[in-house]
RNA sequence: AGCGAGGUAGGGUAGUCAGGAUAUCCCGUCGGGCUCAUAACCCGAAGAUCGAUGGUUCAAAUCCAUCCCUCGCUACCA
């Protein structure tokens, strides 16, 4: 059998308008963590990334802060590239997506896609801003839905009917960055045909290797109707689209293609050949978060297959993460920010990589707070680790001013074989946590042999079987810094050096876990780690309450209207003729209400707080002029006032007669 | 609504793909041990109708069906 083709991995661009935070560590670390395994499981690796620097949101913050995209892209470029050194999670390239590289090789794919006739031009109306003298991609319109009539965005109706909107449809369209009203111009761009690639896609999505929330969300767009893909954008800022000084390519074509430019710049530096990992049959691994399956699934081993070049060998997404339970989300505060939270309070990367790895399955959504944070720390790594590192080097130090002379128990080196095994196939099939639990249990493993055989009490009579005993353990204590180091690199190293190596556990095959250990002198150890403390938990907690309260604040913000603008609105009173539950819909009640002149067909959500029955007779306030909709089906003509998330009604105190207008 | 992911002791979490005998691990509670070690470590106990119902099977947390609940996604948005 041949060898295998070398392994390539990646990550997810992070994207260069904002710091670094346990968003984005949530894919490197374990992809850092495969690497560094893979490596010393005898695999030749490279590992790359870099920034994605193009997009209209660059463009945007680059305006807001006073500086060109290109400066903005430099900063927080550098940024990223020092936070991850200081994780530990290190690259053999870290690029940058405006660098010539990806210019270069995304014109060549995108000219190479031309000329197989895989894209085609056509004219779509486009919002166009004359303040800003330009157009204005779909995020960055707003204006009212041609379904419902609230307020809208330009590719979507996000707070009423939710319907998406295609470009063009959207009624009185408003730039968003200057407040202009905006027209529609005709602009060329240019397609991508996916729909051609259905049939490659499906039995390609079939074996494609990684995690199967991947595979399984791939496969379900699929299912439905592949569009062809719009890759342009009437933008200065990114790459040129080949033949057109006024289109670039859409951001999501230049930033996968950025990982075969980082390789080829990697390639370059150090006398290799890149066309090994991308030509042909690879081993490319994607290590990317769930929010962008899509792209990574679909578009890029489409574009990849269209172009010529060999497609992903596997694709692994990992979960999402939350703060305290809450949803991930830097205006609400809950955020913990790599270096400002993290790295600056002076506490070690290696607690944070544990965390991540250990805390569940790498699919599954990872809850981040500070108090379980000191939990797992100070009971499974400091207290059954480090715990078990230090005693026996301490008492091996203190005996035996060493490491005492003699053989390995062969039950010793059966169970850390053991170990090895289950690591090797769990780190195989990217369960990145099933591997650190197994190296616990070695740990575990330890802290029960010694106990069991305490050799503090054996030494009292019979001196060789302590000796015995301890070698053991030292062996135990060996094997866990090897296996350790793809997880805490700093301890790894740390523990290593304890055991009276000189040289880098990292240049170590994994497999010399069971090397038993020469006799030799040691100094005395130091212990491997710092307990977290509560007062500092507390401190560490309260900053990420503040910030959370602060954002509540800011959110509070609402706009003010004018008195024209209220007047608008034809609130009246009206009276609940009639109520019934909405089949098949756990919130709405479908409401016949009379408001004077005429009775409406209400339908509104609050089947959780009021039975039908207790509507009927009911006064309640109602707006009248609000546009219909169409809600499960059912024509909802008006509004019935309420306050907050319990649907408390506003009624009048005084007896009214329905359809009394309101002021 | 559609699609996806989850629902396992007081909290968190593994096991579910490849069905089997006392359902994992961490914290917490209770009892004991040890004292080499960072008040750490070890042993034991209590505590789970494995979301519900029905089915397949000698055997179901695991497979199938239906339903309930939670969360996420729904593409010219990076």
Redo the contacts with the bound molecule.
């Keep these: 059998m041949m060898n295998p083709p070398p392994l390539l991995v990646t990550c997810g661009l992070?994207?260069t308008n904002g710091p670094c935070h346990l968003g984005h560590l949530r894919t490197y670390v374990p992809a850092d963590m495969y690497v560094r395994y893979m490596r010393r499981a005898g695999e030749e690796v490279v590992f790359v990334c870099g920034s994605?620097n193009h997009?209209?949101?660059i463009v945007v913050s680059a305006e807001e802060a006073g500086t060109s995209p290109r400066a903005l892209s430099e900063k927080y470029h550098k940024h990223f590239d020092e936070s991850f050194k200081r994780m530990n999670v290190i690259f053999d390239r870290f690029g940058m997506t405006d660098d010539p590289a990806t210019h270069h090789r995304t014109q060549a794919i995108i000219s190479e896609l031309q000329k197989k006739g895989y894209i085609y031009n056509q004219v779509v109306h486009q919002a166009y801003c004359t303040k800003c003298k330009r157009f204005l991609?779909?995020?960055?319109v707003e204006g009212i839905c041609p379904h419902c009539g609230r307020p809208a965005r330009?590719?979507?109706c996000d707070q009423g009917c939710?319907k998406?909107l295609?470009?063009g449809e959207i009624k009185d369209p408003v730039c968003k960055v200057c407040g202009t009203k905006a027209e529609f111009r005709d602009q060329e761009?240019y397609f991508f045909r996916?729909s051609e690639f259905k049939d490659f896609l499906l039995p390609y999505l079939d074996q494609l290797r990684g995690t199967?929330?991947a595979k399984?969300?791939a496969i379900?767009?699929i299912k439905?109707?592949?569009?062809d893909?719009?890759i342009t954008?009437t933008l200065e800022w990114g790459v040129k689209f080949p033949g057109r000084d006024d289109l670039v390519v859409?951001?999501?074509v230049d930033?996968p293609i950025g990982y075969i430019a980082f390789t080829e710049e990697w390639a370059k530096a150090n006398g290799k050949d890149w066309k090994r990992y991308w030509c042909g049959e690879n081993r490319v691994t994607h290590f990317i978060g769930?929010?962008?399956i899509?792209?990574h699934c679909?578009f890029w081993p489409a574009l990849l297959k269209g172009a010529g070049y060999g497609v992903p060998h596997a694709v692994v997404a990992s979960?999402?993460v939350k703060v305290d339970d809450h949803?991930f989300s830097k205006s609400r505060g809950y955020v913990v920010w790599t270096n400002d939270d993290y790295l600056d309070k002076g506490l070690p990367a290696d607690y944070l990589r544990y965390y991540l790895l250990a805390?569940?399955?790498h699919?599954?959504?990872l809850?981040f707070s500070w108090k379980?944070f000191g939990?797992?720390i100070n009971?499974?790594v400091?207290?059954?680790f480090?715990?078990?590192v230090?005693?026996?080097l301490?008492?091996a130090q203190?005996e035996f001013a060493g490491i005492p002379p003699g053989t390995i128990d062969p039950a010793i080196i059966a169970e850390i074989e053991k170990t090895l095994a289950t690591v090797d196939q769990l780190m195989r099939d990217y369960?990145f946590?099933?591997a650190v639990?197994a190296i616990m249990a070695l740990a575990?493993f330890g802290?029960?042999y010694?106990?069991?055989n305490?050799p503090?009490?054996l030494i009292k009579t019979d001196r060789a079987a302590a000796a015995q005993v301890v070698k053991n353990c030292v062996q135990i204590a060996k094997a866990l810094a090897i296996l350790i180091e793809p997880v805490m690199p700093d301890t790894a190293q740390r523990c290593w050096r304890q055991l009276g190596y000189f040289d880098q556990v990292a240049a170590h095959p994994i497999s010399d876990a069971t090397c038993p250990v020469p006799e030799a002198c040691i100094e005395p150890p130091t212990?491997?780690?710092?307990?977290m403390e509560d007062t500092q938990i507390t401190e560490l907690d309260a900053l990420l309450q503040r910030r959370v309260a602060e954002a509540n604040k800011k959110t509070e913000k609402i706009p003010v209207v004018t008195f024209e603008e209220f007047q608008k609105l034809d609130i009246r009173t009206g009276k609940v003729l009639s109520a019934e539950l909405v089949p098949?819909?756990?919130k709405l009640l479908k409401l016949m209400v009379n408001i004077g002149t005429e009775t409406r067909q209400i339908v509104a959500g609050m089947q959780q707080f009021y039975q039908p029955g207790e509507m009927v007779g009911k006064d309640v306030v109602v707006v009248t002029n609000l546009a219909p909709a169409k809600i499960f089906g059912i024509e909802s003509n008006g509004m019935i006032l309420a306050a907050g998330d319990a649907a408390s009604l506003l009624v009048p105190v005084k007896p009214v007669e329905p359809g009394t207008k309101i002021r």
């Design positions: 992070p994207y994605d997009g209209t949101p991609p779909d995020r960055y330009g590719d979507e939710g998406h295609e470009p761009h996916l199967n929330n399984n969300y379900g767009w439905d109707e592949l569009h893909w719009c954008r859409y951001v999501w930033a769930g929010d962008i899509y792209h679909i979960g999402m949803k805390y569940t399955s699919t599954k959504e809850n379980v939990e797992r009971n499974e400091v207290n059954i480090g715990n078990f230090y005693r026996t301490y008492f203190k369960e946590k099933g639990d575990a802290n029960t010694i106990q069991t305490a503090w009490k212990t491997l780690f710092v307990k098949k819909s756990n």
